[in-house]
């Protein structure tokens, strides 16, 4: 790959977010010659974002950092049907409210990353169902459909792995490619859009709206795509062992939020800073070149840069301080996930496997009998062997509160309501 001149693609390259590009001299060009608008879509499958969509939310923002135009496009209409894009079966399909209530959901999100407004350099969100949900079908099968070949359709890997694993694949998913690529010129008709960006799986997808560009006349439309992440071990990015790391704080906390990175395993702490934070490249290359305990230092500083991105500075070091009080000074930090549970319920006693699945630290008895048997768990910071641990008024502090831990990194707070 070139040594890029513009701002926006040298620094792309720089920090790793290049997976593969459509014409690198034609939109190296392009970037340096004006403005220029590029979009991400993203489908309202949940009412917010995981971790897994950080690294697209980041093209956006230095896309914007370096005088572009970013667009956030949500897939109200798409979002009807669902990308099947390497996924083993169809999605679940949602209703047109819960599909609005999601994009609701999602949008307090992008204010963190993007500044909106009218003007020439301002983010955009925009519904792609403004223009999807009034289709005229035999109009559309006739003026686009007609320019998608349905034998290049079956060679994108996306479409031959679900073939070759004799899985379904709808008529309903099979729309979905020609559906994304009318939204490509329909950007670019409306706002001037030349550049769609995504991640890798997206890639057969973008280029069809470049191929349908042409052949309906607009000027040449470009892509971007990014690397898909996992971590070192191979775990995919924005999932936990618990499920999704959510980027809304009422559907994950700041301090989990900033224990994920925290947690980051040693070998991705570089890539991690260069992709997820906003500092200087010569820093992140002095961090990198430290070793031994040293790495945990800057782990830290990767969890509160990138906590501080989302939620907010103040936010990210309450985090970061509540995190230093609970590992360095054993303290109980009022800033830890909590449950509450009616004092009634503790005064009777509740079994200490019951509250581990309440608390969210066990998926199941099963899962909470075998944290207790390998001694992971511990209330207040004494560990418990007895599974069958009555968990009673007893046992608050005289603040009305309970540590329970699973590990060295779990903690959540109960408290007596």
Same mark, same amino acid.
């Given at each position: 790959?070139? *040594?890029?001149?513009?701002?926006?693609?040298?620094?792309?390259?720089?920090?790793?977010?290049?997976?593969?590009?459509?014409? =690198?001299?034609?939109?190296?060009?392009?970037?340096?010659?004006?403005?220029?608008?590029?979009?991400?879509?993203?489908?309202?499958?949940?009412?917010?974002?995981?971790?897994?969509?950080?690294?697209?939310?980041? $093209? !956006?923002?230095?896309? +914007?950092?370096?005088?572009?135009?970013?667009? *956030?496009?949500?897939?109200?209409?798409?979002?009807?049907?669902?990308?099947?894009?390497?996924?083993?079966?169809?999605? +679940?399909? !949602? /209703?047109?409210?819960?599909?609005?209530?999601?994009?609701?959901?999602?949008?307090?999100?992008?204010?963190?990353? !993007?500044?909106?407004?009218?003007? =020439?350099?301002? #983010?955009?969100?925009?519904? %792609?169902?403004?223009?999807?949900?009034?289709?005229?079908?035999?109009?559309?099968?006739?003026?686009?459909?007609?320019?998608?070949?349905?034998?290049?359709?079956?060679?994108?890997?996306?479409?031959?792995?679900?073939?070759?694993?004799?899985?379904?694949?709808?008529?309903?998913?099979? %729309?979905?490619?020609?559906?994304?690529?009318?939204?490509?010129?329909?950007? %670019?008709?409306?706002?001037?859009?030349?550049? +769609?960006?995504?991640?890798?799986?997206?890639?057969?997808?973008?280029?069809?709206?470049?191929?349908?560009?042409?052949?309906?006349? #607009?000027? +040449?439309?470009? *892509?971007? /795509?990014?690397?898909?992440?996992?971590?070192?071990?191979?775990?995919?990015?924005?999932?936990? #062992?618990?499920?999704?790391?959510?980027?809304?704080?009422? $559907?994950?906390?700041?301090?989990?939020?900033?224990?994920?990175?925290?947690?980051?395993?040693?070998?991705?702490?570089?890539?991690?800073?260069?992709?997820?934070?906003?500092?200087?490249?010569?820093?992140?290359?002095?961090?990198?070149?430290?070793?031994?305990?040293?790495?945990?230092?800057?782990?830290?500083? !990767?969890?509160?840069?990138? /906590?501080?991105?989302?939620?907010?500075?103040?936010?990210?070091?309450?985090?970061?301080?509540?995190?230093?009080?609970?590992?360095?000074?054993?303290?109980?930090?009022?800033?830890?996930?909590?449950?509450?549970?009616?004092?009634?319920?503790?005064?009777?006693?509740?079994?200490?496997?019951?509250?581990?699945?309440?608390?969210?630290?066990?998926?199941?008895?099963?899962?909470?009998?075998?944290?207790?048997?390998?001694?992971?768990?511990?209330?207040?910071?004494?560990?418990?062997?007895?599974?069958?641990?009555?968990?009673?008024?007893?046992?608050? /502090?005289?603040?009305?509160?309970?540590?329970?831990?699973?590990?060295?990194?779990?903690?959540?707070?109960?408290? *007596?309501?």
């Amino acid at each position: 790959m070139s *040594a890029f001149k513009s701002d926006f693609l040298h620094i792309m390259q720089e920090r790793g977010f290049i997976h593969q590009t459509s014409d =690198d001299s034609g939109l190296d060009d392009l970037l340096q010659k004006e403005i220029v608008t590029a979009y991400i879509g993203f489908d309202p499958t949940a009412s917010s974002l995981h971790a897994g969509s950080l690294i697209q939310i980041m $093209m !956006l923002h230095w896309f +914007q950092q370096t005088g572009h135009r970013p667009i *956030a496009l949500m897939g109200g209409g798409t979002g009807m049907i669902g990308d099947p894009s390497f996924k083993d079966e169809a999605r +679940q399909l !949602l /209703t047109p409210e819960k599909i609005d209530q999601n994009i609701e959901g999602i949008k307090s999100c992008f204010s963190k990353y !993007l500044t909106f407004g009218e003007g =020439d350099r301002e #983010a955009l969100m925009i519904n %792609n169902a403004d223009w999807l949900l009034g289709i005229n079908y035999v109009e559309f099968l006739r003026d686009v459909g007609r320019h998608f070949s349905v034998n290049r359709m079956l060679s994108f890997d996306s479409v031959k792995m679900r073939l070759d694993r004799e899985q379904s694949l709808s008529f309903l998913e099979f %729309n979905y490619m020609i559906l994304q690529a009318y939204d490509f010129v329909e950007l %670019n008709k409306r706002h001037g859009c030349r550049l +769609q960006m995504g991640g890798s799986d997206q890639w057969g997808n973008i280029v069809n709206g470049i191929d349908l560009g042409h052949r309906l006349g #607009a000027p +040449q439309l470009y *892509a971007v /795509t990014s690397p898909l992440l996992t971590t070192s071990s191979g775990a995919k990015m924005g999932k936990s #062992a618990n499920g999704a790391i959510w980027l809304n704080a009422d $559907m994950f906390s700041v301090y989990d939020f900033w224990q994920y990175w925290r947690n980051t395993e040693d070998a991705d702490v570089g890539r991690f800073l260069k992709l997820y934070t906003t500092l200087p490249i010569d820093e992140i290359d002095r961090l990198q070149a430290l070793g031994g305990s040293e790495i945990n230092e800057v782990k830290k500083i !990767l969890a509160t840069e990138v /906590t501080a991105l989302l939620h907010g500075r103040s936010a990210a070091e309450e985090a970061a301080e509540t995190a230093r009080k609970t590992f360095e000074e054993g303290a109980l930090a009022e800033n830890l996930p909590s449950i509450d549970v009616a004092s009634g319920e503790l005064e009777g006693g509740i079994g200490l496997l019951t509250l581990l699945v309440s608390a969210g630290m066990a998926s199941s008895n099963g899962e909470a009998r075998r944290h207790i048997k390998g001694g992971a768990v511990r209330i207040n910071d004494q560990a418990v062997a007895d599974e069958k641990r009555i968990v009673g008024s007893d046992d608050l /502090t005289d603040e009305g509160l309970l540590k329970l831990s699973v590990g060295k990194k779990k903690h959540v707070l109960v408290r *007596a309501e």
